[in-house]
């Protein structure tokens, strides 16, 4: 079945360094792939999405990700992390034909000063 | 242009009681998601509405739980008989059309806490 997993739970970063946040993804083909941000008391917002094409993807917020098939991996980076950027992040794939998200288990972004 | 809407913020109940949860999708959108998230979980899907039509409930639990979207008003989300199993937050989403992804537009949850 189609999946995404997001291995590091809690990760905390100072501010001004770089970020990496981690996805694998489960499915034979090429998979639609997304990243989302859940800032506290907010709802999801897109980061960025990879359908086809080139392999990096750029976003909002200074945001990019790589689609690496080899590794099964569509990991989320920043060079230089602000303290808003402090929030929950989400890795997800759509269910092909099904009009749905499968959405990793996600994981909290903390800011040190 | 107003985002989704969802009300109430919060909600409390007792065991028991009734839950209803309100969506308004954003205007021009007729296509709605209901989506829960368990603590310490990602977001699960539950339904998927188009006006007047469930499209797909997959991932809507058997009992208590159901979603309607009326051709006038909001989609409302009603979980009878509440158990603690139900906290959660519970989130909305919607599309202009049959979109999972790039289109979804997320509304900011509604919190069920039961006690």
Redesign the interface.
Known sequence: AQSVTQPDIHITVSEGASLELRCNYSYGATPYLFWYVQSPGQGLQLLLKYFSGDTLVQGIKGFEAEFKRSQSSFNLRKPSVHWSDAAEYFCATIIQGAQKLVFGQGTRLTINP | NAG?M?NPRHLVRRRGQEARLRCSPMKGHS?V?W?RQLP??????MV?LQKENI??E??MPKERFSAEFPKEGPSILRIQQVVRGDSAAY?C?SSPR?????K?F????TQLSVL
């Open positions: 989704v969802q296509h998601y989506y310490e979980e990602g977001l699960k899907f998927y499209i797909d997959s991932g989130f989403a049959q979109e999972a992804g790039e979804l997320f509304g900011s949850g």
